[in-house]
Antibody, heavy 122, light 108 residues
Framework: QVQLVESGGGVVQPGRSLRLSCAAS????????MHWVRQAPGKGLEWVGV????????YYADSVKGRFTFSRDNSKNTLYLQMNSLRGDDTAVYYC???????????????WGQGTLVTVSS | SSELTQDPAVSVALGQTVRITCQGD??????ANWYQQKPGQAPVLVIY???NRPSGIPDRFSGSSSGNTASLTITGARAEDEADYYC???????????FGGGTKLTVL
């Protein structure tokens, strides 16, 4: 069965960096674009961005553009989110989600991980 | 940027039918997906591309669309349907997705 497991969350000071990982199993990872979505405490879902199946195309929400970077290692079935210059409003649970139609970067997420909490605080 | 607007809260009596709506200009062009999220859990896809249900989603969930409005209908609401529901679609810009603000469904 499809499984996505995020890791790497924690408490980080403003201005610092953090890297999240999303380990995938149960499907052909290299055939699917992957989304990042976040949810601030008590708030709604916010699309962070997407990386294409081969990593060649990446699209970012305006709120994170220039600070966050997506990457993937298809040999390890792992997706990464590098977060730099973190701010208080980046505090959220970060989810990875598989794009339903693998080669369509803007097809919605069909399977989601359980999320990892990032808290930006001094 | 494009926005999707949802009512913050809706309630339904047990066994009755409820419609949750999502409005936005991008919905005139693109289909909506719908997600259910229960407290402390990850979102679950319940409807994709207007009115398709993933495997395992009960047929009491259905979707529809007209003009700039997409709707999620639950026919015969059950207690376990109490959750937050989010719509999601492509943004009017080329390469972005956008979520609605979410609707908290209470089953009375």
């Amino acid at each position: 069965q499809v499984q996505l497991v995020e890791s790497g969350g924690g408490v980080v000071q403003p201005g610092r960096s953090l890297r999240l990982s999303c380990a995938a199993s149960g499907f052909t990872f290299s055939n699917h674009a992957m989304h990042w979505v976040r949810q601030a405490p008590g708030k709604g879902l916010e699309w962070v961005g997407v990386v294409s199946y081969d990593g060649s195309n990446k699209y970012y929400a305006d709120s994170v553009k220039g600070r966050f970077t997506f990457s993937r290692d298809n040999s390890k079935n792992t997706l990464y989110l590098q977060m730099n210059s973190l701010r208080g409003d980046d505090t959220a649970v970060y989810y990875c989600a598989r794009a339903r139609y693998g080669y369509d970067v803007l097809s919605g997420g069909d399977y989601w991980g359980q999320g990892t909490l990032v808290t930006v605080s001094s | 940027s494009s926005e999707l607007t949802q009512d913050p809260a809706v309630s339904v009596a047990l066994g009755q039918t409820v419609r949750i709506t999502c409005q936005g200009d991008s919905l005139r062009t693109y289909y909506a997906n719908w997600y259910q999220q229960k407290p402390g859990q990850a979102p679950v896809l319940v409807i994709y591309e207007k009115n398709n249900r993933p495997s395992g989603i009960p047929d009491r969930f259905s979707g529809s669309s007209s003009g700039n409005t997409a709707s999620l209908t639950i026919t015969g609401a059950r207690a376990e349907d109490e959750a937050d529901y989010y719509c999601n679609s492509r943004d009017s810009r080329a390469n972005h997705l956008v979520f609605g603000g979410g609707t908290k469904l209470t089953v009375l």
